[in-house]
């Protein structure tokens, strides 16, 4: 529990950005490379669907919902993982999850959740 810390959710106008930060403070540095990261969001009434993954070798993909906006990155001196969201659109508005598949055992863990609004 709180192994995933995220932050930088909001509320922004349509056309804007928001930088989302995943924080897994507590993992070693061979252990957070060595996993899977992945963003996810899940809007009211709606299931929860991937946005993004960066996998341990680096590649990364995107939903086509938001190709081309958003980017996935990794800072492993920081142990942190990103979601650039730029040119945001009303239908991005969910709450979005950081999550983590990790490399050794395959157990997942999940962030809190942060928030993302963005008004029209």
């Known amino acids: 529990q709180g192994q995933l810390v995220e932050s930088g959710g909001g509320l922004v106008q349509a056309g804007g950005s928001l930088r989302l930060s995943c924080a897994a403070p507590r993992m070693i540095t061979s252990v957070f490379n060595g996993n899977t990261w992945a963003w996810y969001r899940q809007a009211p009434g709606k299931q929860r669907e991937v946005v993004a993954t960066?996998?341990?070798?680096?590649?990364?993909n995107y939903a086509d919902s938001v190709k081309g906006r958003f980017t996935v990155s990794r800072d492993s001196p920081k142990k942190k993982v990103y979601l650039q969201m730029n040119s945001l659109i009303p239908e991005d508005t969910a709450t979005y999850y950081c999550?983590?598949?990790?490399?050794?055992?395959?157990?997942?863990?999940w962030g809190q959740g942060t928030q993302v609004t963005v008004s029209s």
């Open positions: 960066f996998s341990s070798d680096g590649s990364t």
């Open positions: 999550y983590a598949r990790l490399g050794y055992n395959n157990a997942e863990l």
